[in-house]
């Protein structure tokens, strides 16, 4: 078949899925290059409660919720025994995990670190994940920011 009548005989559903492939394919659409490649917005307006009695039970023991990840550093409960940040990595977007052992936030997908306090340690991540503001009012902790 001659090329120019295979082309002509191609339908709007392969057109349409080459289309989306050469798309996927294209330079740069997930380069784990240095330096931020996206923009991650942190959630605003947050405000939630967690019950203590059933909730953060030990240390090292975290909850995800409304985009924070909240995470019992010590066992009292004292506010200053929980930290909060946003769960988004500042880099691309991925969810961070919390490492006990080295009581940091980890970004599973290029590596980025950040402090209980949510400052980067380790690029690519450039910028600090945000920290919200954590309160305990007998067993009931709030997370507002
Ligand atoms: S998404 Fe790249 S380090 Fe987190």
């Known amino acids: 078949m001659e090329r120019r009548k295979f082309i002509g005989s191609l339908t709007g559903p392969v057109l349409t899925a080459c289309a989306v492939c050469m798309g996927a394919c294209s330079k740069g659409s997930s380069s784990p290059s240095s330096g931020n490649t996206a923009t991650v917005t942190p959630p605003a307006g947050v405000n939630f409660t967690i019950d203590l009695r ?3 039970l030990s240390v090292g023991s975290s909850v995800v919720q409304s985009g924070v990840i909240v995470v019992r550093l010590a066992a009292s409960d004292d506010p200053g025994s929980f930290t909060a940040v946003q769960v988004s990595c500042t880099h691309e977007g991925t969810s961070i995990n ?6 940091n936030f980890v970004c599973p997908n290029h590596g980025s670190t950040f402090t209980t306090n949510g400052a980067v340690t380790n690029g690519p991540a450039a910028s600090a994940l945000k920290k919200f503001t954590v309160t305990v009012s007998g067993n009931i902790l709030t997370v507002t920011g």
């Open 54 to 56: 059933s909730s953060l």
């Open 98 to 103: 919390f490492n006990q052992a080295g009581n």
